[in-house]
């Protein structure tokens, strides 16, 4: 192959730049001064040397403008390379090109300084709340070796970070971390002692490299703490509801117990024994349905996924209404994956609550579903008063009917729950009457 000519570097190719700009004026008058009359050979030498000597300095002076400023910009950009963001390009101004170059640098090596110690500073707040957090964190690389592990998690493997650091998430125990659903459950037993674990995995970027954040809670400290605090207020709840109906029972009892034991009995003993005795009746059968629709919340089975047609299931439920004509608004074609009788009975629980309530301001119900990028929505909405309380909306037992138990709408959101979806109740906005919103996964 033909060799390539080298190329001239800057400096050079600026010299004889120079040179040969000024040649065409040296050559004339080195031509004048020898080949002119009248000039002895001490004053052309003279002469000579001087021409040639300003002719050179001119030229390696016209270089070193030139390259100078060159030389420095690129020791100013090496330096912002090498992350020293503190040298600054001394004379620096805006009034020619050259010092808008040189301003341009300065202001880049200070932005990039203060961005430097901006990140400095939050990483050092991250790593301050990456150790003071009680949850275990880890970030594994792409050939699954552990990079990171906070106090936490040093604590849960019960090993410091000099000994597990650069060793393969298997080695270490948290081999199944790295595979499977990205969020659940685990049952491993650690250093730290056993437990239910609350799991996360996520991927991030670094270094265009993949790389696996793990996050590890400790969910059984939290999972005893709602666990009392859920038995205490079940514990209220029935609490209040028995002494409700024990205590007339009790008086009542009383009471008839009395009216046996005068002597001599009031003509209308009877009457009052009768009627003293339908009362506990029907307090203990309040009493009865009370604890059935308990039982009933309690022993809510596992729904059996199947596939499932969102209008033919809309158009069965709103044929089961006949109290009030439910306006079908429609949606498009949608397909979910559920328990069809279990949707159902939520579906029939929100209609009824929607006609019980526009049947007071005689107003009307309507229901539509749409498809979102993760959910289906079926909207029961109604022109009813609204809810006046929404904050014990679902809690159980609480109820303003009067022959209401509490429990249909816990239900119906606990099925909402158990499908990976959401049940939702707000009033609407610029009218009266109430949203219920069910959310169920694509």
């Known amino acids: 192959m033909p060799n390539r000519k080298k190329k001239l570097a800057h400096e050079r190719a600026v010299f ?30 003279t002469l000579t040397l001087v021409i040639v000597g300003c002719w050179l300095g001119f030229a390696l002076a016209v270089q070193n403008r030139v390259v100078r400023p060159l030389q420095t910009m690129a020791n100013l950009l090496s330096a912002l390379r090498e992350g020293d963001f503190s040298v600054r390009a ?22 990039l300084q203060e961005q430097r110690l901006s990140a ?11 150790e003071e957090i009680e949850v275990a964190i880890f970030a594994f690389d792409s050939d699954g070796r552990l990079r990171l592990a906070n106090h936490a ?28 659903e990205p969020a659940r459950l685990l049952t ?56 409700n109906s024990l205590a007339p029972i009790k008086s009542l009892a009383g009471s008839l117990a009395s009216l046996l034991r005068r002597a001599p009995r009031p003509s209308d003993w009877e009457d009052d024994m009768r009627s003293g005795l339908d009362i506990i009746e029907n307090r203990a059968d309040g009493l009865s349905r009370f604890m059935q629709a308990y039982a009933r919340l309690a022993r809510l089975p596992v ?13 069965r439920v709103t044929a089961l209404e006949a109290r009030l004509p439910v306006t079908v608004l429609g949606g498009p074609p949608l397909e979910v994956s559920c328990d069809a009788a279990q949707i159902e009975q939520v579906l029939i629980n ?5 006609v019980e309530a526009a049947q007071e301001t005689d107003g009307g119900v309507r229901i539509a579903w749409k498809r979102t990028a993760t959910h289906a929505e079926i909207s029961v909405e109604d022109d009813g008063p609204g809810l006046a309380n929404t904050a014990n909306l679902f809690v159980p037992f609480f109820t303003t009917k009067s022959e209401g138990s509490g429990i249909g709408l816990v239900l119906c959101r606990q099925i909402a729950e158990n499908h990976r979806g959401s049940l939702t109740l707000t009033n609407r906005e610029g009218a009266s009457g109430c949203v219920a919103l069910l959310k169920l996964p694509v």
């Open 16 to 45: 004889i730049q120079v040179l040969l700009g000024g040649a065409p004026a040296v050559i004339t008058s080195l031509c004048i001064l020898w080949f002119g009359d009248g000039w002895d050979p001490k004053h052309q030498w």
């Open 90 to 111: 001394r004379g620096a101004r805006r009034d020619e090109p050259l010092g808008d170059v040189m301003s341009e640098i300065n202001m880049l090596s200070r932005t």
């Open 120 to 130: 400095l500073e939050a990483t050092a707040l991250l790593r301050t709340v990456m």
């Open 153 to 180: 998690g040093q604590l849960l493997l019960g090993k410091p970070a000099e000994r597990i650091l650069g060793r393969e998430a298997a080695e270490i125990g948290l081999g199944e971390c790295l595979t499977g």
């Open 188 to 243: 491993t037993t650690f250093a730290s002692g056993g437990g239910r674990w609350g799991m996360r995995r996520s991927l991030f970027r670094e270094g265009g490299r993949p790389h696996h954040l793990i996050v590890i809670g400790d969910l059984s400290r939290t999972l005893r703490e709602e666990e009392t605090r859920a038995w205490q207020r079940l514990v209220r709840v029935l609490g209040h509801e028995l002494n």
């Open 303 to 315: 729904p059996t996924l199947a596939h499932c047609e969102v209008p033919a299931l809309v158009q």
């Open 350 to 354: 929100l209609l009824k609550n929607a």
